[in-house]
């Protein structure tokens, strides 16, 4: 089983960034997709979530306008589109994968900074 996860960098304030999670290894279709975020000192904390057939969606409050969850089942990759960024997204995100077994990716590091 692996979630990679890719896009991550450095980005300017008010800018954008893509992430993506590749899954291999189980059945993608049959698991909601979920990314945290980890920022130095903080705990993990629950970004967004996409249902199994990517019927429904949910956001922290946070990140609600500026983020958008999506999935490809046929890519079994999951995205996160992040708009507006503001310093405080900086962080580790971390893509999981939650179903009959709960599966977790790397991270990547996200810095919005000037």
């Known amino acids: 089983v692996q979630l990679v996860e890719s896009g991550g960098g450095l980005v300017q304030p008010g800018g954008s960034l893509r992430l993506s999670c590749a899954a291999s290894?189980?059945?993608?279709?049959?698991?909601?997709m979920r990314w945290f975020r980890q920022a130095p000192g903080k705990e993990r904390d629950l970004v967004a979530a996409i249902s199994s057939i990517g019927r429904n969606t949910n956001y922290a409050d946070s990140v609600k306008g500026r983020f958008t969850i999506s999935r490809d089942n046929a890519k079994n990759t999951v995205y996160l589109q992040m708009n507006s960024l503001k310093p405080e997204d900086t962080a580790v995100y971390y893509c999981?994968?939650?179903?009959?077994?709960?599966?977790w990716g790397q991270g990547t590091q996200v810095t919005v900074s000037s």
């Open positions: 999981n994968a939650r179903g009959t077994y709960n599966y």
């Open positions: 290894g189980f059945t993608f279709s049959n698991y909601v």
